[in-house]
C-alpha cells in the first residue's frame, strides 16, 4: 500500500520534531550526567562517552560540600518561598479585582499591570533604588525584586482564568452575608487552584536558576542563592579546571525542580490553557 505525500508529511513532522526535541534536551542533559562522573582528567576533554572509572560518589560529595550547597541551598529556600507567596497572594487579589471590574480605567491597569511580561527589569535602577532603601545585598531586597518581577506573569495568568468563573458564584456569597475578602478566600480562591498550581511551579524555575539578578542584588553579601554560589566556586580556584565538579553541582542543582516539573507538567498546561487561552 503505497502512501500518500500527504500521508508521508503527517508521518514525518512529528518524526521531526521529536528527533530536534531529543537532540535539543537530550545530548546537554546527556553531557552534563556523563561528565559529572568522570574524573578531572576525562572532563576537562568533554565528550558524550561514557566515563573509563566511575567517580559518581566522590565528585557529588565533593560539589555538596566543597561547594557549599546546603548554605546556598537555604538561601534560595529563604528567598524563593516568601516571593512567591507574596507574588502570588498580591497577584491574585490583584487579577480578581482587575477581572471583575469593567471600563477603560481598569482596562488601562490591566494593561500596565501586564507589561512587565515585554518590557524588561531595569536593572541599574533597581540597584540604585535598593541601595537607597538599604535593602541591597539583602534577601528582602531580593524578595522584593522577584515580586516585581513576576506579578505581570501572574496577573496575566489568574485575570484570564477569574473571567472564566461565573458571577453568579460570587453574588451568591454576597447575598449570604460574605464580605469581599471572604468571598476571595472561600469562593475564589479554591476555583483558582490550576492556574495558582502553574504559576507557582513556573516561578520557582524562574527563581531557582536565576543568576543574573541575584549576581547584581545579592553580590557581594552574606546570603547566597544555588546558581551565585556556583558562579562563586566555579571562578574561584577550587573548581578551577573542574568540570567533573562544576557538573555535579548542576545536576544537583536542578534535580529537585526536574522531579517537580516531571510530576506536574499535566497541571502546568492545564493551567496555561485555563488561565491565558480561555
Request: glycine share 8%; net charge positive.
Amino acid at each position: 500500500m503505497r502512501i500518500s505525500a500527504r500521508g508521508w508529511s503527517r508521518l514525518v513532522h512529528p518524526a521531526v520534531v521529536i528527533i530536534l526535541t531529543a537532540v535539543v534536551i537530550g545530548v546537554p542533559l546527556w553531557l552534563a550526567l556523563v561528565t559529572s562522573a568522570k574524573s578531572q582528567g576525562e572532563a576537562n576533554l568533554p565528550d558524550l562517552s561514557l566515563p573509563r572509572v566511575w567517580h559518581l560518589w566522590d565528585n557529588y560529595s565533593q560539589a555538596f560540600t566543597q561547594g557549599r550547597m546546603l548554605w546556598a541551598l537555604f538561601g534560595s529556600l529563604l528567598v524563593m518561598v516568601p516571593s512567591v507567596a507574596g507574588v502570588l497572594i498580591f497577584g491574585s487579589l490583584a487579577s480578581w479585582v482587575l477581572a471583575r471590574r469593567a471600563g477603560r480605567v481598569m482596562a488601562v491597569l490591566y494593561s500596565a499591570a501586564i507589561s512587565g511580561i515585554i518590557l524588561p527589569p531595569a536593572v541599574v535602577t533597581i540597584v540604585l533604588l535598593l541601595r537607597q532603601l538599604h535593602l541591597a545585598s539583602t534577601p528582602i531586597g531580593m524578595m522584593l525584586v522577584y515580586m516585581g518581577m513576576y506579578m505581570s506573569l501572574v496577573i496575566f495568568f489568574v485575570t484570564g482564568f477569574v473571567r472564566t468563573i461565573p458571577v453568579e458564584v460570587e453574588e451568591a456569597a454576597r447575598m449570604d452575608g460574605a464580605r469581599p475578602l471572604g468571598i476571595f478566600i472561600k469562593v475564589v480562591l479554591p476555583l483558582l487552584r490550576p492556574v495558582i498550581a502553574t504559576a507557582t511551579i513556573l516561578i520557582c524555575l524562574y527563581i531557582w536558576n536565576d543568576v543574573f539578578y541575584a549576581f547584581f542584588v545579592l553580590g557581594g553579601g552574606t546570603y547566597s542563592t544555588l546558581p551565585l554560589n556556583l558562579y562563586s566556586v566555579a571562578s574561584s580556584n577550587l573548581y578551577q579546571n573542574n568540570w567533573n565538579l562544576v557538573f555535579a553541582y548542576v545536576v544537583l542543582m536542578s534535580l529537585p525542580l526536574v522531579v517537580v516539573f516531571i510530576v506536574a507538567q499535566r497541571r502546568i498546561i492545564s493551567g496555561i490553557t485555563g488561565g491565558a487561552v480561555k
